[in-house]
């Protein structure tokens, strides 16, 4: 027990001697690991943001089966895709051209889209505070359209 309590006293004692020699050693070494925290923190911020970047945009079938629904998960804005194996009837058009997020700071995942039991229309749902519009899709541009739901 004595010869473990030597040892024990003989490495405080050594310790702290060499830290007290190199103490810029260890001021060397701390800055490096802020360093590295920093740069870390950068990157973690940026793979959470391509992450978040990534569930931006979200598809939605109709029951037309050449007929999708574009929805911006963040802003709210909806285009209708038309796709085609003849190119010339295949493009989008824009049913929703306006930002509804009630923040410019709003995240993607704040808009949802949900089906109604007409194929025609949806209703758009703000997540972060119950907002919610009813919108049209069609072929012509009358038929397009979307309306807030108070």
Same mark, same amino acid.
């Given at each position: 027990m004595m010869r473990k309590l030597l040892y024990l006293t003989m490495f405080v004692t050594f310790a702290t001697t060499s830290l007290a020699q190199s103490s810029s050693k260890t001021d060397s070494l701390l800055n490096s690991i802020d360093t590295n925290s920093?740069?870390?923190?950068?990157? $973690?911020?940026?793979?959470?943001?391509? $992450?978040?970047?990534?569930? *931006?945009?979200?598809?939605?079938?109709?029951?037309?089966i050449y007929t999708f629904l574009q929805l911006d998960t963040q802003t709210g804005m909806i285009e209708q895709?038309? @796709?085609?194996?003849?190119?010339?009837?295949?493009g989008t058009i824009t049913i929703n051209h306006e930002n509804l997020s009630s923040t410019y700071s709003s995240e993607? +995942?704040?808009?949802?889209l949900y089906p109604t039991q007409n194929m025609y229309q949806f209703?758009? $749902?703000?997540?972060?505070?119950?907002? &919610? @519009?009813?919108?049209?899709? +069609?072929? +012509?541009?009358? &038929?397009?359209?979307?309306? *807030?739901?108070?």
């Open positions: 920093a740069f870390c923190k950068v990157w $973690l911020e940026r793979i959470v943001s391509d $992450l978040k970047s990534k569930e *931006r945009y979200k598809l939605y079938p109709t029951n037309n895709v038309q @796709w085609s194996l003849d190119s010339d009837n295949e993607p +995942g704040t808009f949802e209703i758009l $749902l703000d997540k972060t505070n119950g907002r &919610k @519009w009813h919108v049209q899709w +069609g072929i +012509g541009e009358k &038929k397009r359209w979307i309306r *807030r739901i108070y």
